[in-house]
């Protein structure tokens, strides 16, 4: 079969014309040390042109790749792809054989719909659309073959890393601070970086202390001249961070997923980086949040539409308004004034009943003393303030761990008129396990039928502090 190259076409006068057919060229090698021992791109390029010569081709581009053609994705590859499927009349390519085109079958796959004509010049052979079954068949059996020797290699190399890693011997590429080196048994190993080095351990040294973050010893690491050896750029704060938390540096590593004990020379001692992780565990460890206002109904009361909890909000520095969380969505439940809430809790805790037995902790739900709680248990029949020091010894020291409402229904201000701002806010006292915080004591005190106990007074401590009688 004559390729697109071949085709002749006759002037006026009869003769026999070729007609230039245009081209385009790919060279690739899989790294350096391939160029270093003559798979270079130069000669591929050489063989690709002559041959483009003798068959009467234009070259309109050549294409080249330094990198392995395992995965999809080469810079040049995509590049000629682009540029064939925007130059239609472009439909031959030049390569040297098919393992230097691709290694992976959505490659071959990708290159089969485009509808091209492959010369692979030391194979001989040409592939399109129009050859023969055979051809498509062989051709199909090397592009398995050459997936199947990158596989196979890959899985090769792997194995002898494990097998380093096993040895003690770190098998890849030496991190900032080490060398790679050959060793005294003949293999390949790594050595502390003469110049780096010292300045990794001065790292390590001075976090142990405490007395510096990681951006001050970032700053502090690039002033005693660390940076990448190759690029010669100062080390971010990120690599900073990267070198304390590896492992390499006290003499062990870990690969694969396990812990490995080095064969190499260590920067810093084992106990010094685990003093090291352990200031970086501290410092990483999540701080506990303290709220900017404490509102009285926090974590008492919920939407009655939704269930959520509802949240204080203060507005214009002097209002307290109440509004859902909405935790599972939007919701419906307007803004809320503490003043109604107020109001609201003040009509349910004149319902609320306390046992005698709870109060002064014979109660078997009063557990052993954990907390102190002061509660008056008398009040005078005149109305006066109780005396402070007899509200003191009638006090009793006990943990709450339940108590209950007057109504063994919860309330829920859901079934009052639609007017009712809070009308969707549900009281939360029946699943308390404690009365009512002091702050609701003292906000509904004055507005309450219940009489709320007494506060310890510091009127008196005071007054004796001023002199007074």
């Not at 248990?377 to 761990?401: E, H, I, K, L, V």
């Not at 002091?438 to 008196?460: D, E, F, Q, T």
């Amino acid at each position: 079969m004559a390729s697109r190259c071949n085709v002749v076409h006759k002037d006026q006068s009869g003769a026999q014309r070729r007609t230039s057919v245009s081209a385009v060229l790919y060279a690739r090698v899989s790294s350096k040390d391939q160029e270093r021992e003559g798979f270079s791109i130069p000669a591929q390029l050489q063989l690709l042109r002559g041959y483009a010569a003798s068959r009467g081709l234009t070259v309109l581009k050549e294409f080249v790749d330094v990198e392995t053609a395992k995965q999809a994705g080469r810079t040049g590859f995509g590049e000629m792809l682009a540029f064939l499927r925007k130059d239609k009349t472009c439909r031959i390519l030049l390569v040297e054989k098919t393992d230097r085109l691709y290694r992976n079958l959505k490659d071959w796959v990708t290159l089969d719909e485009l509808d091209l004509e492959i010369h692979l010049v030391k194979e001989n052979i040409v592939i399109s659309q129009d050859s023969r079954s055979s051809e498509k068949f062989m051709h199909g059996i090397k592009v398995l073959m050459a997936k199947n020797y990158i596989d196979n290699l890959s899985e090769e190399t792997k194995k002898g890393m494990f097998e380093k890693a096993r040895q003690g011997i770190w098998p890849s590429y030496a991190p900032l601070g080490y060398l790679n080196v050959m060793g005294a048994d003949g293999k390949r190993t790594i050595a502390p970086n003469p110049e780096l080095a010292p300045i990794i351990r001065r790292m390590f040294e001075r976090y142990a202390t405490g007395h510096h973050s990681l951006k001050v010893l970032a700053k502090l690491a690039r002033q005693d001249g660390l940076q990448y050896p190759k690029s010669k750029l100062p080390v971010p704060t990120s690599t900073v961070h990267k070198i304390l938390r590896n492992r390499i540096y006290s003499g062990d590593f870990d690969f694969d997923g396990k812990t490995h004990a080095g064969k190499y020379e260590a920067i810093v001692t084992r106990e010094l980086w685990q003093e090291v992780q352990d200031r970086l565990d501290g410092r990483s460890r999540q701080k506990p949040r303290k709220a900017r206002h404490e509102f009285a109904f926090s974590n008492l009361i919920r939407c009655g539409h939704c269930g959520c909890a509802m949240v204080g909000e203060l507005k214009k520095q002097q209002y307290v308004y109440y509004h859902c969380s909405r935790y599972k969505g939007r919701c419906p439940e307007p803004y809320t004034r503490e003043e109604v809430l107020e109001k609201r809790f003040s009509e349910l805790l004149r319902r609320l009943t306390f046992p005698k037995d709870v109060w002064n902790g014979s109660s078997p739900h009063c557990a052993k003393a954990t907390t102190t709680r002061r509660l008056s248990t008398t009040r005078p029949s005149d109305g006066s303030r109780p005396n402070t020091a007899a509200s003191r010894t009638a006090s009793t020291r006990c943990t709450w761990t339940s108590w209950t409402a007057g109504s063994t229904t919860p309330f829920s201000t859901a079934s009052q008129p639609s007017g009712a701002r809070s009308r969707t806010a549900s009281c939360a006292t029946s699943r308390r396990t404690s009365p009512p915080t002091a702050s609701i004591l003292r906000k509904v005190s004055n507005s309450c039928a219940w009489p709320a106990a007494p506060m310890p007074c510091s009127r008196g401590r005071n007054r004796r502090k001023n002199g007074a009688s």
